[in-house]
């Protein structure tokens, strides 16, 4: 069996005479990612924006200072003092929030920016999605370059012996001619897997938000396939534990439950209290104390108390169905990784596809050099092999994606 993981590992020169830097790992591609998208980065700046708010939520009200001056006399008939009877006053009030408003308003707050964490975390895990997807892609295109580059080379030898042939003449010019047009298609591969490879690479440094020249970039990693998987519902633990649009959609439960405590509290009454000081002349200084109850008769806050309660419900309704998205999710994944599996499968076991086509290749290449094969089942055995190395490093690609789904949908690396 070919091992194909040596494709992936190899570092290979897209353009001509161009010296590519050291391969990034996945891990590292990760942390390039994380640093520099631009899409992440506006993201938390929404949750400083969030934390912010929290210093206005938990501020206390503002005192109220008042100052008069009073019963001025300026057309009196002494209008040399109109001071003479002046009645300064000094006046302080505060308004007196009941019921824990300012708590309950800091928590609705703090709930608020946990939600906005949790929405950081799902936009990084559909990022990281497209991201492991243009990675795989990457792996994928130098799989299939290396694969078109080594089937060109030996095609090419496989020309030359027939070009000895035919100048020996053990094969007719024909033969020589349709073997020389098979050239064609391999050259094709070739410089489509060369196209392929550069616009890959392309496509994740424009994720990573990297200026770095196409030819001197390069990602490395494992290209191949597990055989054996978690079950299921390891997976939907996993998922339920770990997926943040879930906790975002649990934690909107909690605020909207915290609003609604807010809006009964903002139904009670808040006293200000108030405390002045006067003069009066000839009587001495004095001072007085007030309190300011406000009567509500009418205005309890009932329609806010109403549309909370509403909210509630609201939310535990989302968060319904933010679980139902993660089993579909968790569901659709698995079911297609373990058909890729099972497909690939056949490939690498013993005696396999790659093994198989392999086998037949040489045979009837042997053969056919020593005059016991024709032309036709030559060439057939040429395209079988080809199309066989193709077809698995295509089904390890999609593998891989899959995997990336699976990925996604549970919310964390469950497969490396």
């Not at 799902?122 to 290396?146: G, I, M, P, Y």
């Not at 006293?271 to 004095?286: E, V």
């Not at 079988?384 to 698995?392: G, I, S």
Request: proline residues 4%; contains cysteine.
């Amino acid at each position: 069996m070919r091992c194909i993981i040596r494709y992936v590992c190899v570092s290979l020169l897209i353009a001509g005479g161009a010296l590519a830097q050291t391969a990034l790992t996945w891990q590292q591609v990760v942390d390039k990612f994380r640093a520099a998208n631009p899409n992440l980065r506006a993201g938390q700046l929404t949750i400083q924006e969030s934390k912010v708010g929290e210093i206005t939520a938990y501020l206390r009200p503002n005192p109220s200072l008042t100052m008069s001056l009073d019963q001025l006399q300026p057309f009196s008939r002494n209008p040399y003092r109109p001071f003479g009877s002046a009645l300064p006053l000094v006046a302080f009030d505060y308004l007196h929030e009941r019921q824990h408003k300012r708590e309950l308003r800091l928590e609705s707050a703090q709930q608020g920016t946990a939600i906005a964490e949790s929405q950081q975390q799902d936009l990084e895990r559909t990022l990281l999605f497209n991201l492991r997807s243009a990675f795989v892609q990457t792996l994928q295109a130098k799989a299939l370059l290396a694969n078109s580059k080594e089937n060109l080379d030996y095609f090419d030898k496989e020309l030359a012996i027939n070009r000895d042939r035919y100048r020996s003449g053990d094969i007719a010019r024909v033969d020589l001619d349709r073997i020389a047009l098979q050239r064609v298609q391999y050259e094709s591969d070739f410089q489509t897997a060369q196209v392929n490879a550069r616009t890959a690479k392309i496509t994740m440094l424009m994720l990573l938000n990297e200026r770095t020249p196409v030819d001197q970039f390069d990602v490395t990693g494992p290209f191949a396939f597990q055989e054996r998987i978690l079950a299921l519902d390891e997976f939907h633990t996993l998922a339920l534990a770990a997926r943040p649009d879930l906790r975002a959609a649990l934690l909107a439960v909690e605020k909207a439950g915290t609003e609604h405590k807010l809006a009964v509290a903002n139904g009670s009454t808040d006293p200000t209290f108030g405390l002045d000081f006067a003069h009066t002349s000839p009587s001495p200084a004095y001072m007085g104390v007030s309190v300011n109850i406000p009567l509500r008769f009418f205005d309890r806050n009932q329609g806010e108390k109403a549309r909370t309660q509403i909210d509630i419900a609201h939310a535990e309704r989302q968060k319904d169905a933010a679980q139902a998205l993660v089993f579909s999710d968790v569901d659709s994944a698995y079911f297609m990784l373990v058909s890729s599996v099972n497909l690939l499968r056949p490939y690498t076991a013993t005696d396999g596809y790659l093994e198989t086509a392999k086998r037949v290749r040489d045979t009837i290449s042997f053969s056919y050099q020593r005059g016991q094969a024709a032309l036709v089942d030559y060439l057939d055995a040429q395209k079988d092999y080809r199309a066989t190395e193709v077809a698995y490093i295509n089904l390890v690609g999609a593998y891989l994606t899959t995997a990336g789904q699976l990925n996604m949908a549970v919310g964390r690396e469950a497969i490396p």
